[in-house]
């Protein structure tokens, strides 16, 4: 360690005084080692977390708004969401792109959504998955497609779908529950086929996510039984017990699903946000000390087993509850899965329940979000939150949104690696010019020969060049004032928090779409 950092420094100090042109600037020697290697201050935040927002389509939740917008309009909407989530300080986003056996992408297995145009089938006028993906990539949002795998309509009845839906054309693989449809877990044939509609996605559009919500059977309904004995009596061959029978469903498609996902595209994640709770430790003693629903016996997900077979990158549990509830009290419930995914190599993502803010008790406090993830600073195996659901954040969790973001989101964040998803950092980039303008200091970055980088973050620090400070500096969030998606052979980014009348020295990394970062640029200095 020591022998890297003097190596470091050295190159540091070899390029220190770049206020020469640009050329003699490209010259200069990068750094020897990636910033975050320091040892870190104990009291700086974290510099790699996910922050995302759940954006719904079902019921136009979120986006679309209403059915039957026009075009320009659901995609002004939309961009308002991402700036939205930009402001925040958010990273990432996680999109409802198949709501309900529909598809908001041109989809050979499904129709377009109704949620789109109002009427199942119908052309919107142009893709908004392409359109999605691209708008959050230009404002370097991590983009996840959120799939639900098999919630056919939010009605009972087969004839109100399109006449050529696969659910209408192939009824046995169907039942009607709750007053909803949904395919049948437990048929073969529609595990295989929902899985094809999904896979059609991921290998046509460049997404940096597959997401799942947690609806697989669906939640228990009071007086009413599954209605699917005939198909355990058909397939449930090996298992007495059709509790197990049904978990091994979801299982085969969790693992079957993840192990497609790698073998076409294995830079893309592969997530589950699953109910909150898995099992109370009255029914298992690796539980929780909980009381509530258990997702292992009543919607037969058995969340930690995806966790410890390593089937999924993240787990994203919806601990949408205060601290101190009785039953699911938060601050049980996030240690709980902390221990679930230490040592397994599966980031943790926490749901956080943005739509309850303003509810009577606990979420009447707009500080009640904040708190939660001051707690998750005491369990280094969470690696960031995910907030349900976009609307909220600009409505009733407004105010809390802006207490989170001035008390843990002041600064960009990178988004966690994952080693095992492959990937490399580019080589370091070069700040080939930097200019004071009236709207800021606008600085030009070039990609250096090798692997192409996907976007750049960007670090100032007040002064003149001080390598032996300022290396170890980079792996303070506190100092980096942005990221940008690269553009072209050259990047412009302008920091417009910079004083101009003060001298400042700037550095650039380069990382690629799995968020590895490179060494630093040759430091910049603006008198």
Not at 207 to 234: L, N
Not at 243 to 263: F, P, Q, S, T
Request: proline share 9%; charged share 25%.
């Amino acid at each position: 360690m020591l022998r890297a950092l003097s190596g470091a420094l050295a190159a540091l100090l070899a390029g220190s005084l770049v206020t020469a042109p640009p050329a003699r600037a490209a010259s200069a020697e990068a750094p020897e080692s990636a910033p975050e290697r320091c040892a870190p201050d104990r009291g700086m935040p974290d510099k790699r977390q996910m922050r995302a927002v759940w954006i719904a389509g079902v019921v136009n939740i979120d986006w679309p708004s209403a059915k039957g917008l026009d075009v320009q309009t659901q995609k002004a909407e939309l961009t308002r969401l991402y700036d939205e989530a930009v402001a925040h300080g958010l990273n990432a986003v996680f999109v409802q792109i198949r709501p309900t056996a529909d598809a908001f992408w041109p989809s050979p297995y499904e129709p377009w959504s109704e949620w789109l145009t109002g009427r199942q089938g119908a052309d919107p006028g142009y893709d908004p998955l392409e359109f999605a993906i691209a708008e959050a990539h230009k404002r370097n949002l991590e983009f996840h497609g959120w799939f639900n795998p098999y919630r056919v309509a939010m009605h009972g009845d087969p004839g109100r779908l399109v006449r050529d839906h696969p659910a209408r054309r192939n009824p046995d693989w169907t039942f009607e529950y709750g007053g909803r449809l949904y395919y049948d877990p437990g048929i073969p044939e529609a595990r295989s086929f929902v899985q094809d509609a999904m896979m059609h996605a991921v290998e046509n559009y460049d997404m940096d996510g597959v997401h799942f919500d947690d609806y697989f059977y669906p939640y228990p309904v009071s007086g009413e039984a599954i209605p699917d004995r005939d198909t355990y009596a058909a397939h449930g061959g090996g298992f007495d017990d059709i509790g197990d029978w049904r978990r091994n469903n979801v299982n085969l498609l969790v693992k079957e699903m993840g192990e497609r996902i790698e073998a076409v595209k294995p830079h893309v994640k592969f997530g589950i946000s699953p109910f909150g709770i898995w099992r109370n430790a009255d029914s298992d003693p690796r539980g929780s000390d909980t009381g509530g629903l258990e997702s292992y016996d009543d919607i037969y997900a058995d969340s930690r087993k995806w966790v410890r077979e390593g089937w999924l990158d993240y787990i994203n549990p919806q601990v949408y509850w205060e601290i101190g509830l009785k039953v699911a009290d938060y601050a049980e419930l996030v240690p709980w899965w902390a221990d679930v995914v230490e040592g397994t190599g599966v980031h943790l993502y926490i749901g956080q329940a943005a739509y309850k803010v303003g509810n009577p008790g606990a979420w009447s406090d707009p500080r009640e979000l904040s708190r939660h993830l001051t707690f998750n600073r005491d369990h280094p195996e969470v690696d960031g939150d995910v907030y349900f659901s976009a609307t909220p954040l600009r409505t009733n969790a407004a105010g809390a949104m802006r207490i989170v973001t001035e008390d843990h989101y002041a600064h960009p964040a990178l988004v966690p690696v994952k080693d095992d998803l492959g990937g490399s950092a580019p080589p370091a980039p070069v700040i080939t010019g930097a200019a004071r303008t009236d709207g800021g200091t606008e600085l030009r970055i070039r990609a250096r020969p090798g692997d192409e980088p996907t976007y750049y973050a960007v670090y100032r620090f007040d002064g003149a060049p001080d390598p032996r400070r300022q290396l170890c500096g980079l792996g303070d969030p506190r100092t980096m004032v942005g990221t940008v998606r690269v553009d072209g052979t050259v990047t412009s980014f302008t920091d417009t928090g910079a004083d101009a009348s003060d001298p400042h020295t700037y550095y650039v990394t380069a990382l690629d779409r799995l968020h590895h970062e490179s060494r630093p640029s040759p430091p910049r200095h603006l008198r």
